[in-house]
C-alpha cells in the first residue's frame, strides 16, 4: 500500500501536496518514472 492511499488521499491532493502534477504522480506511481532529487526531499 503507498503512502498516498494509506493516507486515502486522492491522487491530485498527493501531487498538490508534492508541488507536482497528478501525470508526474502517475507515472512515478506505475514505475514509468522515478522523482529527481528536489522532489524527494
Known amino acids: 500500500m ?3 492511499e494509506k493516507f486515502n488521499m ?3 491532493v498527493f501531487a498538490n501536496y508534492l508541488h507536482t502534477s ?3 504522480l502517475e507515472n512515478w506511481e506505475q514505475g514509468r518514472s522515478a522523482p529527481n532529487g528536489q522532489a524527494v526531499t
Open 22 to 24: 497528478v501525470r508526474t
Open 10 to 12: 486522492s491522487r491530485g
Open 2 to 4: 503507498s503512502i498516498r
